[in-house]
C-alpha cells in the first residue's frame, strides 16, 4: 500500500513537471511569435515613417526647384530687362541704382542656385556650403567661416543633398532667431573610415534645451532627414552661449 502511494506521488511529480514543461514550451513559443510580430510591426513602422519623411522632403525639394524656376526664369529675366532699359539712359545719376540692379540679380542667381534640388546635386557638399557662408558674409547676415579638414572622399548625392539640407535649417533658425553674430561650420573628412563629421556653431542666444517650443520641430525635422541616411543628428544649446549641430555620416 505504502509503494503504491509512492509511486502514485512520484507520477503525479512527473505529470506535474511535465505538464509546466509543455506549459513553459508553450509560454517561449508564443513569447517568440509575439517578439517576432512586435519587431515586424516595428519594421513595418519604421518604414512608413521612412516614407513618409522621403515624401515629405520629395515635395520640399519639388518646392524648392519651383521656387529656383521662378527666381531664374521669371524674377531673373525682369531684372535683366530692367538693367538694359537703364543702361540706355545717358544718365550719371543712374549708375549707382544700375549697379544695386547687378547686385540684386547676382543674389537672385546665387539663390536660385542654392534652392535648386539638380544644381546642388551636381556639386560637392564643401562647394554648395561655400556657396552658403559667402552668401551670408556678402549681405552680411552673419560672419561666416567654413573650414575643411582631411581629404575629401565621393559621396552620395541623395547623402550630400540631405546634409545640406539638414544644415541650411540650421543657418536659417540662426539668422532668423539666434541673434548670432558668427558662425563656424567645420568640415572633417575621415578617409579611412569613409566617415563625415560636421560641426556648424553660432555664438547666439541659445535656448534651454528642455524647451520644445524652440528645439522641438526643427531637431525633429533635421534627425528625420538624418535617419534616411542613417547619419547622426544632434542639437547641442546653452542659453546665452550658443548653439551646436552635429553631424555624423557614414559612407555605406
Known amino acids: ?125 564643401e562647394d554648395a556650403l561655400k556657396l552658403e557662408t559667402d552668401r551670408f558674409n556678402r549681405l552680411n547676415y552673419i560672419k561666416s567661416a567654413l573650414t575643411i579638414q582631411g581629404d575629401s572622399f565621393s559621396v552620395n548625392p541623395k547623402s550630400e543633398t540631405i546634409i545640406f539640407r539638414i544644415l541650411q535649417e540650421f543657418f536659417s533658425n540662426t539668422i532668423k532667431h539666434s541673434k548670432a553674430s558668427k558662425l563656424d561650420v567645420r568640415i572633417n573628412y575621415h578617409d579611412d573610415q569613409k566617415t563625415i563629421s560636421i560641426l556648424a556653431k553660432d555664438n547666439g542666444k541659445g535656448f534651454i534645451q528642455s524647451d520644445q517650443n524652440e528645439n522641438g520641430i526643427g531637431l525633429t525635422n533635421m534627425k528625420k532627414r538624418g535617419l534616411l541616411i542613417d547619419a547622426e543628428v544632434n542639437i547641442e544649446s546653452e542659453l546665452n552661449a550658443g548653439t551646436q549641430l552635429s553631424i555624423i555620416y557614414q559612407q555605406k
Not at 517576432?36 to 513602422?45: D, F, G, N, S
Not at 544695386?100 to 534640388?117: M, Y
Open 1 to 125: 500500500m505504502e509503494q503504491a502511494r509512492n509511486e502514485g506521488v512520484i507520477f503525479a511529480i512527473l505529470g506535474l513537471a511535465g505538464l509546466c514543461f509543455v506549459i513553459i514550451l508553450l509560454f517561449i513559443f508564443f513569447q517568440k511569435k509575439k517578439n517576432k510580430l512586435i519587431a515586424k510591426q516595428t519594421e513595418t513602422q519604421k518604414q512608413f515613417e521612412v516614407e513618409l519623411v522621403e515624401s515629405q522632403i520629395e515635395i520640399r525639394e519639388q518646392t524648392l526647384r519651383y521656387i529656383s524656376w521662378e527666381l531664374h526664369d521669371n524674377i531673373g529675366q525682369l531684372l535683366t530687362l530692367a538693367k538694359l532699359q537703364l543702361q540706355k539712359i545717358k544718365d550719371q545719376d543712374t549708375k549707382e541704382l544700375n549697379d544695386n540692379l547687378t547686385f540684386i540679380l547676382n543674389e537672385v542667381r546665387a539663390i536660385s542656385k542654392v534652392t535648386n534640388p539638380d544644381y546642388v546635386n551636381k556639386i560637392s557638399l
